[in-house]
């Protein structure tokens, strides 16, 4: 930290001038509040700055309260306690797989990555960025992203020399320090209280519209529903799409049960199996892009391989405001994509319903900006969703206040490319 | 040329025991483990869903040790334990088998249960495990669902001293995506079912834990019931919107949801948890697993305030006042009690409160005491003296003060 020594530093921890940070802490960031207040403070001369745990205590070391400004200890309030709240500890250690998997060189960049996560969005707006906090610039790197995507860019090396230093505690990085007190010391919080806590964070964020950064609402938002991987619920949406009843392996009284022997003059039904056919719309117009497109699809063909349908039971649809042919899977491994103007994905639902016989399942695969069929398939729909921020494609000179509709309610809807690293 | 010996019978050396009884010694062994005393919050939340006789659903991958789970489950309640592997089975296998008679359209066609059914009625108690619900095809889950939700086994009712547990695979792992509808997620609770890496360690070197079952204590039976009417109630007129909420989003489909009737189970859990005494933490399990994540942290937030010191009791006696520990409990104690005083403004409460934030700043963090003295401070009528206590808030004054200036200083700084 850049700030000078002042004055003689041996001395106890200045309890009142770290609790001055926190009210100035709560003051300026009122919706973490309850979170400030949930942290036990505890002085502890091994740590080098100030370090959580993930039993929400927090370290200080009376040496490093005693020389920094209270409006710079505040910011490392705010700081510590964002560790705590975007569940650093248990990310890293899904992150490593497990407590205790990697050495600390591995955690001392999970903690780097960390902070860069919090640090270039919980500062300004009447809280100081503490002098020596890590942002993503220092790296070489991108606001904005999850510590998981930080993790992927950056080495230690000469660029983080500098930061060797940097130790947050176990709440960062999930690895036990020897000043932690353990589960069983002085006023940590339970599993259920932590999770309480940041719940009435979460909907303090959530509950007063305009309150916390863009980051913050994201959070909050979620806190206690983590995207899930996107490729996991397209699978599941799809496996349980092909093979509800109706499609795919069903009984039927087409043919006798092998058991009907046993039970003459009863009929029984037999298990059979029929493969469903699955018919993907592929939203080709300008808006939606070849990578996202190829990674989707080939996800697709491989799920609708695994629920046992045949290659040539899937087929595909190029669509952008007029539908083209369907495509069997099989003839071509590249399918030719045509297209690149508005969407109308009706017109693919249209071709889709016409195929004879029809499909038992359709995917759409579509950023959203189109109009969408007025009833519901007589098949079952699930639509993978390229997440769109703000309208682009769709935007409409004439009325740019206008906002494309949502996929309608019958439709079973996958987020596409959401992070999978999962808050 | 070698030679083998071939006078001895197979497997066998010359001069030594038969090798089969010296991998069972080995065998035994390798069985041989002991257990430990240890508090295990999982087992607790399903022995007292199972004890409410609430149909549980056990989420947990493949190996977890749900079915170990359920052998220490039917010891703890000392009831024969049932497995039945469902994707192995038929539909017929739980609707019953039809057997056909003389005259069918006179006597109707009996569905006759299978042999393990007709034992468990038989015994008239007995713990039945449905394993595997997920990879069955959908109708013999829809077979078995009768079994789990109606106690029907083609023609025999399950006794009520039977109680069901169902598992499966969660989604993103199984084999072939089945998912409940909406409708029936409601009805189950779901216990997420997970290892704990240092019980596992420590299992496979030779100690498992045996835990404890909780025991419903018979005085605590009716304060368990007011208690948790008191709480589901408390939340849901605050919160009219919780009663009944559809799963909105794929994420969190297939699993629990508030509606009338999981608030119904839940008010059950929370009275069989409190009259076992259990943590919150097997509370909060319980309560998640049956309205889900939202409602149920809501719920268990509630339950933290209901925790709180009643403000009429710290204002009586300001001096022996027992204050929350933790510091943003503390301080919701703290504005409940400005909240009261301003409610019914008087002399005396508005001293009370004076004297109980003083009490505070000696027991506790200074800084919790600032935001309630500065409101309390403002409820101030004309002909109210500031009483002599207030000298004493000079600490978190003082820390109000510096706060202040380090503003001051940040703002003139962002100034520059």
Known sequence: MTAPVTGDAAGALDLDKLLAARLYAVRARPYLATALFALHPVASRRVPTMAVDRHWRCYASPLFVDRTPVEDLAGVWVHEVSHLLRDHHGRSDRYARGPGAFGPAERLRMNIAADCEINDDVFGDGLERPGGAVLPGDLGLGPGELMEDYLRQFRLGPVTEHLAWLDCGSGADGAERDWDLGPDGAHGLSAQERDAVRFRVAQGITGRPGTGSRQWRRWAEEAFHPPQPWRDLLGAALRSAASASGAGEDYTYGRPSRRSAAVPGAVLPALRRRPPRVTVVVDTSASVGDTELGSALLEIAAISRAVGGRRDLVGVISCDAAAGVVHPLCRAEGIPLTGGGGTDLRSGFARALAARPGPDVVVVLTDGQTPWPDRRPPCRTVVGLFPRPYPVAGWDEDDPDAVPDPPPAWARVVEIGTPSGGR | ?416
């Open chain 2, 1 to 416: 040329m070698p030679s083998y010996p071939s006078a001895t019978p197979a497997g066998t050396l010359p001069g030594s025991v038969p090798q089969l009884d010296v991998a069972g010694e080995l065998l035994a062994l390798l069985r041989d483990s002991t257990t430990e005393p240890r508090p295990d919050d999982q087992l607790e939340a399903l022995t007292l869903a199972v004890a409410a006789d609430l149909p549980v659903l056990l989420w947990g991958e493949p190996g977890i040790g749900k079915t170990a789970a359920l052998t220490q489950l039917a010891t703890a309640l000392d009831l024969p334990l049932t497995t039945v592997i469902a994707s192995v089975h038929e539909p017929s296998d739980f609707s019953g088998l039809p057997v056909i008679g003389d005259d069918p359209a006179e006597q109707g066609i009996p569905m006759a249960p299978p042999d393990w059914a007709v034992r468990l009625v038989r015994a008239g108690r007995g713990l039945l495990f449905l394993d595997e619900l997920s990879t069955a095809p959908p109708a013999v889950q829809a077979a078995l669902l009768r079994v789990v939700l109606e106690r029907r086994i083609g023609a025999l009712t399950l006794p009520p001293g039977v109680r069901v547990v169902a598992a499966a695979n969660p989604r993103s792992s199984a084999a072939d995506g089945w998912e409940l509808s909406p409708p029936l997620a409601n009805r189950f609770v779901h216990l997420q079912w997970t290892h704990d890496h240092d019980v596992v360690v420590r299992g496979l070197g030779g100690t498992w834990p045996r835990a404890t079952p909780p025991r419903l204590d018979p005085a605590k039976l009716p304060g368990a019931v007011a208690f948790a009417r008191r709480a589901v109630c408390g939340l849901l007129t605050a919160r009219p919107a919780l009663v009944h909420r559809l799963p909105g989003s794929e994420t969190r489909r297939g699993g629990a949801w508030p509606s009338p009737r999981s608030w119904e189970a839940t008010i059950a859990l929370i009275a069989f948890a409190t009259a076992a005494g259990s943590s919150r933490e097997v509370l909060s399990q319980l309560v998640r697993g049956t309205v889900g994540d939202g409602a149920g942290l809501e719920l268990l937030a509630s339950m933290d305030r209901m925790d709180l010191p009643d403000p009429e009791t710290l204002l009586a006696d300001p001096e022996g006042a027992e204050l929350p520990e933790r510091g943003d409990l503390r301080q919701a104690a703290l504005d409940g009690v400005v909240a009261a005083v301003r409610a019914r403004p008087d002399r005396a409460r508005w001293d009370a409160a004076w004297a109980l934030l003083v009490h505070a700043l000696r027991t506790g963090a200074p800084d919790l005491v600032v935001v309630p003295a500065t409101t309390l401070a403002a409820l101030r009528q004309d002909d109210w003296d500031v009483p002599a206590a207030v000298e004493q808030l000079a600490g978190a004054v003082a820390l109000s003060r510096t706060a202040d200036r380090a503003a001051a200083r940040a703002a003139a700084g962002a100034g520059r």
